[in-house]
């Protein structure tokens, strides 16, 4: 196989077995690698009802045929599970060079499963595999594990691990690798704590082999050129993903004190400018990233004192408007703690704005919280409330559970503004402001997301994505259901870039046609825009046949009453809500799912070449 | 020669400065070929500007083939039109503000225009902003 390893590897904790198999190529050409290839495995493999935090789930990690090339920005991996916030698909992408290193390992991907009966982390290096006794690393953070585990092992390893959060099982606990970058979203650090897993230390020297070298350095070379010359490059570059926070604020859509405003009046003060300007010590690349959208930040005195790669816009949204703190030093800090610990830094701000608002209300009081005050815009609290969840002591028990269990179990109307999607808490981009982004949201396979697809660009930045024949928006402020197929094509190509090991910002600059030729001649394979779209959408669909099963209907593609019903109250998107259910009957047609259910039909399932899989899924 | 902008007198400067700049003709080589490329860029007022002024820039295959102030928009058939403060226009030809700065401060919002070619030619909008600070100006309120 081209671009292959041809090979992954499966442990058992539970037996303290380890095994190789073939990688299926008819498998890999399917489904193109990464998050295809790796929800492939886990819908196989997986029965319906499983428990995410139970010995049967399975945690997937996956590179794409592009990992480790010099494909623009192309070193991320995938890992696929049973998300233990949401209880559905769970996935998510990372960065660095962990991807690059499981290649050079010898490996396409490794499935985890099973439980260890005791803690361990695992060796992998040039095909040999060891299973270590990790009591030397439990209880330490992501930093000290890294510095421990290069200790031990004397070797230049990338490592991937959990901080405390994942062995507390904290449901939105994140796998960090290349210490700054994460597998954020959906609870995979409490999936690999639940198994006893605190790290995977990974390298070697193996190369990877394209079928076509001379053709895809051609492909490659000019696609980095297009992206040198792109509005891309010049904005990421200077100014970080933050670079958004006042071109959302203008449009009306930054979350503020949970979602209760639209816009705050400190933004240029915590905007990608005021980080360049206040904070920035330096850039950071991932692996054939011609951008360098990374960021390295320094509080050099006071209390925040800290330095490390971010802070990232999602960030600077979860820990600044949402939980409506002003402090850049504070929000800078708070990411670099949530790293530290191992905490999805969205769904953590999203919680903890939560609380907030419940304490505002009276529906949490100082008898909750140990005497602590939960007020908005107390960023004292809001880092006394990471370190509590990440440590899952006190009210951070009950916060470690998630937005949507801490409202089940509170109640007394708090359900009305748990901002979350199928259990995932939703980013900062409130789509009363646009609306498409609202129906992005209640249709993404692993819930409240904004990089399924991301449909911010046409909408909130007015920039468009090249990777789709039609991305724009007429009026963002507008219900048109004739653009739920934006919405649709978004999905499926951008889940290409995660299934290759591509980075999604290409999509903005890059055309379809620029990026086939680069995986034709990686892998050999006969490869054009055609296959692209249709491979996206094949896997789209395959992952949404898994939530199928778990119980997924019409139901839960909706979106927090608060966006169907409570008009932004001021700024420049003032009295908007979202009407839903046009865009998604418009988007199930498109979709050629059946409307009332949301189901993919049998047709569409078998024009994706997935017609067993109605079988497969048991009773629906 | 000092001229004030705007004015038809800075048209004609920056008409001039922007065809003396190779390195501009050459990234905008494929610029309006194909596609209407011609700008219509409206200024609001502010910072010393009374009232909503318009000047049209006609821009194909690497050469400015014109550059002047229209009275009404409509007037002119362009493919792109942005707009903004006289403010941030002043303050992006004095220098002082960057052209993507501008862009993510949400400063310059885009009326008209297809994306696809700010996004695939944003290194020859980014040279056209500086080549025309060479032109000699006196801004209005300074």
Redesign the interface.
Known sequence: MFGFMGKILRVDLSARLVTEEIVDEKAARMFLGGTGLATKYLFDELAKGVDPLGPDNKLIFMSGPLTGTISPSSGRFSAVTKSPLTGLWGSSNSGGRWGLDLKKSGYDGIIIEGVSVSPVYLIIEDDKVEIRDAKSVWGLGVKETIQQIAAETSKKLNVACIGVAGEKLVRYAAIMNDLHRTLGRCGFGAVMGSKNLKAIAIGGSHKIELAHTEAFKKAARAANELINESLLKMTLEVYGTNMVLEMVNVKGGLPTRNWQSGSCDYAEDISGPAVSEKILVGKKACFSCPIACGRISEIKTGKYASKGEGPEYESVGAFGPMCDVKDLDAIMYAHLLCNEYGLDTVSTGSTIAFSMECFEKGILTNEDTEGLDLNFGDADVMIELIHKIGKREGIGNLLAEGTRRVSEKLGQGSEHFAMHVKGLELPAYDCRATKMTGLAFATANRGGDHITAYVQGPTFLDIPYLIVDESTIEDPTMENPAEAIVVKDMEDALTVFDAVGCCKFMGMALFAEDLTPIIANATGWDFDVSDFRKGGERIFNLARMFNIREGVTRRDDTLPSRLLEEPLPDGPAEGLVVDLDPLLDAYYDVRGWDISTGLPTKQKLEDLGLGDIMEQAGEI | MTVVYPSKEWCDAAKDALNSNPELSRLGKKWGVGFNGDWLYELEPGGGLVETTYIFARYRAGECQGMEMVNDPSDVDVGFHVKGSYKDFKELLMGKKEF??G????KF??VKG???Q??????F??VFTETLRVVETDFLGE
């Open positions: 993507i700065e862009l993510v401060k949400a919002r885009r297809d994306g696809k700010i996004m695939r030619n944003a290194k909008s980014k």
